[in-house]
């Protein structure tokens, strides 16, 4: 079993940057990719980033792509998420998530993920 703790969230301003970070304990070894989604009130969860935990590739939704950063520290376990130039529309749960064994799909489909974070609140303010 692997458990993901995510940490990080919280409340900031429009144009704004955060940090979220996902610590993962247990059977890490396991782990070949790490991902982030997020899920707003009332909409269904969607990706944000996967990277590589080996080669270090990355693959971003097209609505984050030059305002979001996905990198990790495989010393720590840790995956980190630096969003920067936030928006109102970036206001969500944010969820650390992992796939285990295999080749790393770096996929954003939910489904192809096994383990998944008790997510961190997100909110940007206009």
């Known amino acids: 079993q692997v458990q993901l703790v995510e940490s990080g969230g919280g409340l900031v301003q429009a144009g704004g940057s955060l940090r979220l970070s996902c610590a993962a304990a247990g059977r890490t070894f396991t782990i070949t990719a790490m991902g982030w989604f997020r899920q707003a009130p009332g909409k269904e969860r969607e990706f944000v980033a996967a990277?590589?935990?080996?080669?270090?590739?990355?693959n971003y939704a097209d609505s984050v792509k030059g305002r979001f950063t996905i990198s990790r520290d495989n010393a720590k376990n840790t995956v980190y998420l630096q969003m920067n130039s936030l928006k109102p529309e970036d206001t969500a749960v944010y969820y650390c998530a992992a796939e285990e064994w295999g080749r790393p799909t770096l996929s954003s489909d939910s489904s192809k993920y096994d383990y998944w974070g008790q997510g961190t609140q997100v909110t940007v303010s206009s």
């Open positions: 990277i590589s935990r080996s080669s270090g590739s990355t």
